[in-house]
């Protein structure tokens, strides 16, 4: 094997690795709340947690992602595992910063318009 297609392999390799880690939930700051979607109503999600129901607000600045794709808020559905990053008010009350959508998007789910990769135009 030559050192070209040696040194192409470990390149490839690396971007794999960051390509996975790149979504995973400890890379993003703040502290998690994970749950499961009760229910999405205008800017209000319902969420339960292993501490009970969670009311979380969702704003024009809240980022809905699944995987290395944007998502988008119509993605949320009852049911869908969700992890949030954001503000936990006084009330205790979150205001939601991230959306990260777990799972692969279900074929012909596709309902919110075109996806587009993070990052990429």
Do not use: W
Not at 47 to 64: D, P
Not at 88 to 112: I, M, P
């Amino acid at each position: 094997m030559s050192i070209s297609k040696m040194a192409t392999g470990v390149a490839l390799a690396l971007l794999l690795a960051a390509a996975g880690l790149a979504h995973d939930p400890s890379k993003h700051k703040g502290r998690a709340t994970k749950g499961e979607v009760v229910s999405v109503a205008g800017d209000r999600l319902e969420l339960r947690t292993a501490a009970g129901l969670k009311a979380v607000t969702l704003n024009e600045k809240t980022k809905y992602e699944r995987g290395d794709q944007i998502a988008a808020k119509a993605d949320l559905k009852a049911g869908e595992q969700v992890t949030v990053f954001g503000t936990t008010l006084a009330t205790g009350e979150l205001v939601a910063r991230e959306v990260l959508l777990e799972g692969a998007r279900k074929a012909g789910s596709q309902k919110s318009g075109v996806r587009s990769q993070k990052g990429k135009s």
